[in-house]
């Protein structure tokens, strides 16, 4: 692995783990296992890494996605799968990481934006346009909207004054808001189809 992908998967899951502001770079580097002065001959500053690891960590994201699109052809299979995967981030994600960015790291907080809207967005657009021709959402929705509503909604559960109060409420709000959504949005064959995939890849173990 070369020195630059080391960097940053350590400081993706450094910033992922403990939000932005606490790590510092002789936390990257140590968690890389390089030395300060090899970190800064990639990186001038704190702020670089920061853009870069957004920008790398979304494009995993973005190619893990669209596997599930390459994968699964039936259009709530594909969203079940995409729900699971978001779920699975979420689970390991601190609360504070997109509040810390917005506040402390402006610029990369508009890349990750941006990306959201070039990619995610227009994954979920096209999710719901196959769904509506193949009879599984309904046909009077609007498919521009709704993308962008899933979206949006997704990223509000990291806002702590909204619905977030601890990690444990995380684990579980994600697959609540995304099966809200889809009933909002499915005919009666497509919720006969979630109910379904549901039982098949979103059934968690009961560990009360």
Not at 14 to 35: E, N, P, V, W
Not at 70 to 89: C, F, G, K, S, T
């Amino acid at each position: 692995m070369d020195t630059l992908t080391k960097i940053l998967i350590a400081s993706a899951e450094l910033f992922r783990q403990y939000g932005f502001k606490a790590i510092t770079m002789d936390d990257i580097a140590r968690r890389a296992g390089i030395s300060k002065k090899t970190l800064y001959q990639q990186f001038a500053n704190k702020n670089e890494v920061v853009r870069e690891a957004v920008s790398w960590h979304m494009e995993n994201n973005f190619e893990s996605c669209n596997r599930v699109f390459a994968e699964y052809h039936n259009p709530i299979e594909e969203m079940v799968r995409i729900v699971q995967l978001m779920d699975e981030m979420h689970r390991n994600t601190n609360p504070l990481v997109f509040m810390e960015l917005q506040r402390y790291y402006p610029e990369s907080y508009q890349l990750f934006r941006d990306n959201l809207v070039r990619h995610d967005v227009e994954s979920v657009r096209r999710n719901i346009l196959k769904g509506i021709a193949e009879g599984l959402y309904r046909p009077e929705v609007n498919a521009d909207l709704l993308a962008r509503f899933y979206i949006e909604t997704s990223l509000m559960i990291f806002q702590p004054s909204l619905l977030v109060n601890d990690r444990f409420d995380l684990k579980s709000l994600h697959p609540e808001l995304a099966e809200h959504f889809l009933y909002g949005i499915m005919t009666p064959r497509g919720e006969k189809l979630y109910r379904k995939y549901k039982e098949k890849y979103l059934k968690q173990p009961n560990t009360l």
